[in-house]
């Protein structure tokens, strides 16, 4: 895609968050009271307007520590969005097929999202070591205390960024995939005419894909898998399981490794009197909990792998290191979201409750987590991929440049 297109559809990517922010903007100070909205999803509209809240003030009464930063993180997020989209656009040619192209601007849009979630995160550690003691709640905490509470009093609120996500991959998968088309439909329509060309005219340049080697989609989709698996072999170990009961730092572990999981399985019985008084945190050796999390971690694996595949057939084989940076990113959040939403349909499907199913009011938490995953560790996907496609790269000659000739739009 060429430059000045790939800047207009960036600029466009931005229109989207930043009218939902006017909005919403608008909508609370017309408010005669607070914004007191909550931010827990128990049903489906409640997990749409998740993604619209973040935007929404906070309460400086819950949140005093992040209230002051929010604004400028939030101007943050939706300029990442256009980097994140032109970044991605980059690697979008006339050969791309149009959905991998609304794919590949949908993934753009979580990885952009995502980042903000991590930023806001190290803000608030950031924040919390500034803090004087005894300013939050009015106690002399140290350092680690005051960040556990801190998390706990705004845990209601750390999720935003990532449904927020959800929201602007729908209209960046749209907008990406119909420039995608654009250029699709231009390219048939030069080859058409160009039956009637000039004899001497210079014939038009094919940018190679990764896909034009057979097997090599493949092989890139599974040297990004290793990472994924190498997390949850370590998430799998006693010492990860251990730290969750920690506070302050260790306990941000949860936030980012949480529920995928590959472990031995437990060598020792299951206690059926701990899981009766420890319903709420289940015995990370009892057998039915590592099958869920094994086959869950397995799932993710695949839905990861598959994803990789689809996309990055259709991409460069060369150059645009950032922009597929951006696609392997956002790729590991849509799979651990996918993933997510499977397990608790699943769940729900097979779940025998007098009171019926209600999927949405864990649907909320699962989709944090999982997507949490892919934001925080994302990135590890892309570095082998890289270093794949590098090695696969058949083109060794250091006089022609690593980025791949576009033809002219």
Do not use: Q
């Amino acid at each position: 895609m060429s430059r000045p297109l790939r800047l207009f559809v960036a600029v466009l990517s931005t229109v989207g968050p930043i009218a939902l922010y006017l909005v919403v903007t608008a909508k609370v100070r017309a408010m005669p009271e607070p914004f007191t909205g909550t931010r827990t999803a128990v049903d489906l509209p409640t997990l749409v307007l998740k993604g619209v809240v973040f935007f929404a003030p906070l309460d400086p009464m819950t949140a005093p520590i992040m209230d002051p930063a929010t604004p400028l993180l939030r101007w943050v997020v939706i300029l990442l969005v256009g980097v994140a989209t032109y970044l991605a656009c980059g690697l979008v040619t006339r050969r791309t097929h149009p959905f991998v192209a609304a794919t590949t601007g949908a993934v753009a849009a979580l990885t952009a999202t995502a980042v903000g979630d991590l930023l806001w995160w190290a803000t608030l550690v950031l924040r919390v070591r500034l803090t004087p003691a005894g300013w939050y709640a009015n106690a002399a905490l140290d350092h680690s205390t005051l960040l556990a509470s801190a998390h706990l009093s705004l845990a209601g609120w750390t999720s935003d960024a990532l449904f927020l996500g959800c929201l602007v991959a729908l209209m960046n998968a749209s907008l990406v995939g119909s420039a995608g088309l654009a250029l699709v439909l231009m390219g048939r329509l030069k080859n058409n005419t160009g039956e009637e060309a000039d004899e001497d005219a210079e014939p038009a340049v094919r940018v190679p894909l990764i896909g034009d080697v057979r097997g090599r989609g493949a092989n890139l989709a599974l040297a990004g898998v290793l990472p994924a698996l190498v997390l949850m072999l370590i998430n799998g170990t006693p010492a990860v399981w251990d730290s969750y009961s920690g506070r302050g730092y260790l306990g941000l572990l949860r936030e980012f490794l949480y529920r995928p999981a590959l472990s031995p399985p437990p060598r020792v019985p299951d206690d059926p009197v701990y899981r009766l008084t420890h319903g709420v945190d289940p015995n990370p050796l009892s057998m039915d909990l590592w099958t869920h999390r094994s086959v869950l971690a397995l799932a993710m694996l695949l839905v990861l792998w598959l994803l990789l595949w689809a996309v990055l057939a259709d991409l460069p084989s060369s150059g645009y290191r950032l922009g597929l940076v951006v696609v392997c990113w956002g790729a590991t959040i849509a799979a651990s979201a996918l993933t997510a939403t499977s397990d608790v349909l699943v769940d729900c499907a097979t779940t025998n409750s007098p009171t019926g199913c209600t999927p949405w009011e864990s649907l909320g938490d699962e989709l944090t987590s999982s997507m949490r995953f892919g934001a925080a560790w994302g990135w590890l996907v892309a570095l082998p991929v890289l270093l794949a496609r590098r090695l696969h790269d058949t083109d060794t000659s250091t006089d022609t440049p690593e980025a791949p000739v576009h033809e002219c739009t």
